[in-house]
C-alpha cells in the first residue's frame, strides 16, 4: 500500500538521517521520545506500563535511559511542534501513541529516528505500514484490532438490551474512522441493528458533543457506540449526557468505563505499553523497524461500569458480569 502525504513529511524530517544501527553501547544513556495526544495526567498508567517493560530489559530511567515526554492535551495539531521538539532532544527513538498520522516533521527537523506507534486502529488503512508482516519504512509497532472488534461490541450491547434496535455510532472522517464504522454497519447487518452513522470533527469542542446527542434524540438512537477517540477529551462529558438522556453507551478502552460509559472493549492499552518496550530495546541494539512486524493485542478487556449501570435503570446478566475483567461500583 502507498503512503499518504503524512509518510512523505515524516521522511523528509524525522526520518531523513541514517538510523542508529550499532550494537547496544556500554554505558550508553538512550533517549526516547513519548509523544500523545492526551494529558501527563492521563497518561500515567501508560507511562508506568512502559516504565516496567524496560525495567524486565535493564533499561532504568535516571541509570540507562532517558524519557522525554511531549503531551497535546487534546489537541492534535500541536503534533508537529511536538514531534520538531523531541527530534531537537536528540532522542534515539520514538513512541507515539496511537495517532501517528498526525505527526508531520516540521522543515527543521533533521534527524533521523525510528517510530513506534503504539495502539493504532489501523496502520494499513493509515498509510504508517506496507502490511503488518513486513511494515517496510522506518516504523513499526502495535496496533489495536478495533475493526476486527465491531461485532462484539454491539453483542455485548444486545446482551444488556436484548431489544436494542438503533445504535449510533460517533466518528471522524479519517480513513480509519470509515473503515472501523463500514465493519461496525456491516456487523450490524447480522445482529438486526439500525447504525446511525453520527460525525464529529477531529478536534471537537463541548458544544459538538452536545451537538451529538441532538442527533442521537432526533434519530431516536438507544445506544452510542463512541470509534476509539472520536470524542476526543470530551469523553466525560459523553458519559454524562448519556446518563441524562437515557442513552447506553460503549468505548474500546478501559478509559471510556472509569469516565463513566456502561461498557468498554477493547485492547489493554497499558499491556500495549508494556510491550512496546520489546521493540525500543530491538531498535536500540540495532534491529529495522522494516523488518520488526506489526503486533496485534494479546490481551482483550471487558469493563463494566455498574455505576453507570444503575443510573440508567439496567441489570447487567449475571453471565456478563461473569465475563468482565473489571467491574466498576
Do not use: C
Amino acid at each position: 500500500m502507498e503512503r499518504r502525504t503524512f509518510l512523505g513529511a515524516l521522511t523528509g524530517g524525522l526520518l531523513a538521517a541514517p538510523l542508529a544501527a550499532e550494537a547496544q553501547e556500554a554505558g550508553k544513556v538512550w533517549r526516547i521520545g513519548l509523544l500523545s495526544a492526551d494529558s501527563i495526567e492521563l497518561d500515567k498508567p501508560y507511562r508506568a506500563a512502559f516504565q516496567e517493560g524496560l525495567r524486565e530489559l535493564q533499561y532504568v530511567e535516571g541509570r540507562n535511559v532517558v524519557i522525554e515526554q511531549r503531551h497535546a492535551d487534546g489537541r492534535r495539531e500541536q503534533f508537529p511542534a511536538l514531534a520538531v521538539e523531541l527530534v531537537r532532544s536528540k532522542i534515539d527513538v520514538l513512541v507515539v501513541h496511537g495517532y501517528l498520522e498526525a505527526v508531520r516533521a516540521d522543515e527543521q527537523a533533521s534527524s533521523a529516528i525510528p517510530i513506534i506507534f503504539v495502539a493504532n486502529p489501523d496502520p494499513i488503512a493509515s498509510g504508517i505500514v506496507a502490511s503488518l508482516a513486513r511494515p517496510g519504512g522506518r516504523i513499526t509497532g502495535l496496533w489495536d484490532m478495533h475493526s476486527d472488534l465491531a461485532a462484539k461490541r454491539l453483542e455485548l450491547l444486545k446482551g444488556v438490551v436484548p431489544s436494542l434496535s438503533r445504535v449510533a455510532v460517533l466518528h471522524t472522517a479519517s480513513p480509519i474512522y470509515r473503515r472501523a464504522l463500514k465493519d461496525t454497519q456491516t456487523a450490524a447487518l447480522a445482529l438486526g441493528l439500525t447504525v446511525v452513522p453520527v460525525e464529529i470533527g477531529s478536534s471537537a469542542g463541548r458544544a459538538d458533543i452536545d451537538g451529538v446527542f441532538a442527533t442521537i434524540r432526533r434519530e431516536r438512537a438507544e445506544a452510542l457506540n463512541v470509534l476509539f477517540a472520536a470524542a476526543g477529551i470530551h469523553q466525560k462529558r459523553v458519559a454524562d449526557l448519556a446518563v441524562e438522556r437515557g442513552v447506553l453507551t460503549m468505548g474500546t478502552s478501559r478509559r471510556s468505563a472509569e469516565s463513566g460509559y456502561l461498557m468498554s472493549y477493547g485492547a489493554s492499552f497499558p499491556e500495549l505499553y508494556r510491550r512496546a518496550a520489546t521493540y525500543v530495546d530491538k531498535i536500540l541494539k540495532g534491529a529495522r523497524p522494516a523488518d520488526l512486524p506489526v503486533e496485534q493485542p494479546t490481551k482483550l478487556e471487558l469493563i463494566i461500569n455498574l455505576k453507570t449501570a444503575k443510573a440508567l435503570g439496567l441489570t447487567i446478566p449475571p453471565s456478563l458480569l461473569a465475563r468482565a475483567d473489571q467491574v466498576i461500583e
